[in-house]
């Protein structure tokens, strides 16, 4: 039997304010997360001997690329092994002596949570951030918001793009926090290091302009003593 007209119409008003509230949950637990992940701290470690004068320091970064999961596990590795041989290793000892290292093992701390979600979000990239209102995506590249020759090459002006460069450079914290520890760094900072798992590549400076560092060949025969 067909239900009265108004029945039926009071059953369609319900069911768009039980959608109505559902949806308002659903906003209310997006906004409780973005405010996880405005509360969320960057780890930072400084590793060395004591010294009574200012030493020499290497920084290394990983994670700064959220769905690059193996190397925040190569910094911590790289940690643990440093950790676990100085004082048997005399090359590594010496290292110590004279150097101190600066070690962030995620730097983009909240894409990296949000990319252990589901399988949905496992390749997530950028960071977290919401773009302008109008704009239904979110995320910058940290690795495009540095100052240094903001906007040149290999970007993109649109939020949804993963290789978005910000609305300006440094508008993300992540990359306003590292200019800041480095400029606070600078006459120290012997050796900069950012690990990616992407391409299998060691890329030397510069990136941009298309030319070679004055000390490029140092650079190179340093790197293939390494390997």
Request: hydrophobic content about 30%; charged content about 25%.
């Amino acid at each position: 039997m067909n239900k009265p007209a108004s029945e039926r119409a009071s059953e369609r008003a319900s069911e768009r304010a039980s959608e109505r509230e559902r949806e308002r949950e659903r906003e209310r637990e997006r906004e409780r997360e973005r405010e996880r992940e405005r509360e969320r701290n960057i780890t930072l470690l400084k590793i060395g001997l004591k010294s009574t004068t200012a030493k020499k320091a290497v920084w290394m970064d990983c994670g700064i690329h959220a769905r690059e999961w193996i190397a925040p596990a190569f910094c911590l590795h790289f940690v643990k092994e440093i950790l676990g041989s100085y004082k048997t290793d005399p090359n590594m000892n010496t290292l110590f002596k004279n150097l101190d290292f600066y070690i962030t093992p995620v730097l983009n701390m909240d894409g990296y949570i949000y990319s252990w979600q589901n399988s949905s979000t496992r390749l997530w990239r950028k960071s977290r951030s919401p773009c302008h209102e109008n704009s239904t995506c979110s995320g910058t590249d940290l690795n495009r918001n540095f100052y240094a020759n903001w906007g040149m090459v290999g970007i993109s002006r649109d939020c949804c793009s993963e290789v978005y460069n910000g609305a300006t450079a440094l508008s993300e914290p992540e990359a306003q926090a590292v200019t800041d520890i480095l400029g606070a760094l600078q006459n120290q900072i012997l050796c900069y290091l950012t690990i990616h798992s992407y391409g299998q590549l060691i890329l030397l400076p510069y990136g941009h302009p298309n030319i070679s560092a004055p000390n490029y060949e140092e650079l190179v025969r340093t790197q293939a003593c390494l390997m």
